[in-house]
């Protein structure tokens, strides 16, 4: 399985991204996904997952209220909609694989990695 990840950029605090992941192989649409996030010095952080189906989603207490992840298994991509962006958002952004279907928080739960996407909040 191959991820990348798009849309990242700089945005004013307060603005919205949506990050893409587009996933190679057809067995995209068995695995939950979920987004990670690393800032510089600290380490990769859970930011949200989803169900192989979509019918469930978990999220860090973070960023509950302003992201949403979506996916839409026809096209092998999995979204994450950033709302009321704020500084403390600044980080690369990764999307992963989760073949036990858990939608866990822990990243070792987690097969396949995508390169990341740099986004940029400014204050």
């Known amino acids: 399985v191959q991820l990348v990840e798009s849309g990242g950029g700089l945005v004013q605090a307060g603005g919205s991204l949506r990050l893409s992941c587009a996933a190679s192989?057809?067995?995209?649409?068995?695995?939950?996904m979920g987004w990670f996030r690393q800032a510089p010095g600290k380490e990769r952080e859970f930011v949200a997952a989803i169900s192989w189906s979509g019918g469930s989603t978990a999220y860090a207490d973070s960023v509950k209220g302003r992201f949403t992840i979506s996916r839409d298994n026809a096209k092998n991509t999995v979204y994450l909609q950033m709302n009321s962006l704020k500084a403390e958002d600044t980080a690369v952004y990764y999307c992963?694989?989760?073949?036990?279907?858990?939608?866990?928080?822990?990243?070792?739960?987690?097969?396949?990695w995508g390169q990341g996407t740099q986004v940029t909040v400014s204050s």
């Open positions: 192989g057809r067995t995209f649409s068995r695995y939950a």
């Open positions: 992963a694989t989760d073949q036990r279907n858990l939608v866990a928080g822990t990243a070792r739960f987690y097969d396949y």
